[in-house]
């Protein structure tokens, strides 16, 4: 079981493209532990759209190229992928070719949380902030370090709203810093000793809000100018890992492996959704629906206001630490430094009729990862077929590794579509 908590770096991000009233942020899940991967059967390579084969404007799916540690944060900016990692290291992968085209260095431990943001009247900048206590600020033409700022603990998520950076630090304190400048404006004590590990920012009134998750399991919503703590948001049992503000609504997922749904302004919890088998690293809004991205490696589509999973994505090979959509694309990163697009068709999917499975798949080659990997296994010395009322025996070793794989594709190909 993986235990989270404040001693090690992973993380999420809650990225969207910057708009005019920039809101922008980046949050960091702290996990101790790496989980077992079965690494028999990889998640299928056919899967790649080639990006020449890709339509002009449209970025190509399939892997990137992966990070030599894990992937804890990730953004869409300009048509490149923006990517942060305990490899102490930043990049950014072209959305078309899937390609590297640069590399951010100077971190001297893992990179926990990033930001692209445009200042008014300012290029454009990444904002990476680290375990090494330092935030840095990099140009994105020249790619080179502008500015280190040096703080007093590891800094675990960063979040952009009305010109300030706020950045949430190990110790339970937020600080803000005034984006032009970097100069600092306030420092915020909020949930020490426990770290903080999402932001978020809202409006009530004229009164600016600033929301801050933490690894107390809670959410404090504060007035953004002073820091006074107007009410505290309760029902998680345990850390809260990210959050996304909607209009009246903040959206919280946590290691308790729920999402929960509380009114900003009165902190009544409104809505629970359910259905997770680890921690939440993620959380897109997406008109009538939510994205969530999950340890389990897996990426889970809800129907808002039913509570209804409709979907899921698989086909990773370690927990799905990071996500974003873009145009319909889901972006994440794994904790074994993996990096991959996978198209969002809610029009699409493919039912595992294994015995006592409900799961919907998005992307056929998903369902035959999930029921090579986690119904049965190519090493097992036999295996019985359990999808719907199928009978077939793979009597010898050899039968599982080279006949199973065609069998469970045919199932897929007859009966696994289902129509929306």
């Given at each position: ?353 294994w015995q006592s499975c409900s799961l919907i798949f998005g992307v ?57």
């Open positions: 079981v993986i235990d989270v908590d404040e001693s090690d770096g992973v993380s999420s991000v809650q990225p969207e493209e910057p708009s005019a009233s920039v809101e922008l942020t980046s949050v960091s899940t702290q996990t101790s532990q790496k989980s077992e991967t079965d690494s028999k059967f990889q998640p299928p390579k056919d899967a790649d759209i080639p990006p020449e084969s890709a339509e002009a404007d449209e970025p190509s799916l399939g892997a990137f190229s992966s990070h030599e540690g894990p992937v804890h944060g990730l953004q869409v900016h300009n048509g490149l992928l923006y990517t942060c990692s305990g490899d102490n290291t930043a990049r950014a992968y072209s959305l078309m070719t899937r390609e590297c085209e640069a590399v951010f260095h100077g971190h001297t431990n893992k990179v926990n949380c990033l930001l692209v943001s445009s200042p008014p009247n300012m290029p454009a900048r990444l904002y990476t902030g680290s375990s090494d206590q330092t935030i840095r600020c990099y140009s994105l033409k020249s790619k080179k370090c502008l500015e280190k700022i040096s703080l007093p603990d590891r800094v675990f998520c960063l979040h952009i709203a009305w010109n300030i950076l706020y950045v949430g630090l190990a110790n339970g304190s937020v600080i803000s810093l005034d984006l032009k400048t970097l100069k600092e404006l306030d420092v915020f004590e909020c949930h020490g000793p426990r770290g903080v590990s999402c932001l978020g920012t809202a409006q009530e009134g004229a009164r600016r809000l600033l929301l801050v998750g933490s690894y107390d399991s809670t959410i404090s919503v504060r007035d953004a100018r002073s820091s006074l703590l107007l009410r505290s948001l309760e029902g998680h049992t345990k850390t809260v890992l990210c959050m996304k503000v909607v209009n009246d609504l903040v959206f919280s997922g946590s290691s308790d492996t729920s999402v929960h749904a509380h009114n900003i302004h009165t902190g009544e919890l409104v809505r629970i959704y359910k259905g997770h088998g680890h921690a939440v690293t993620s959380i897109v809004i997406l008109g009538k629906v939510m994205v969530t991205a999950c340890l389990d490696k897996l990426v889970r589509v809800y129907e808002l206001q039913s509570h209804d999973r409709l979907q899921v994505y698989g086909g990773h090979s370690d927990m799905v630490m990071c996500m974003a959509v873009h145009k319909s694309v889901i972006y994440t990163g794994c904790y074994d430094g993996t990096v991959q697009a996978v198209k969002l068709n809610l029009m699409r999917n493919h039912r595992c009729w056929p080659e998903h369902l035959l990862h999930h029921l090579v990997t986690d119904h049965s296994n190519l090493n097992l010395q036999t295996v019985k077929c359990r999808w719907k009322d199928c009978n077939a025996f793979f009597a010898t070793q050899q039968a599982v590794k080279q006949d199973l794989p065609d069998h469970l594709q045919n199932h897929i190909d007859k009966d696994s579509k289902q129509h929306p």
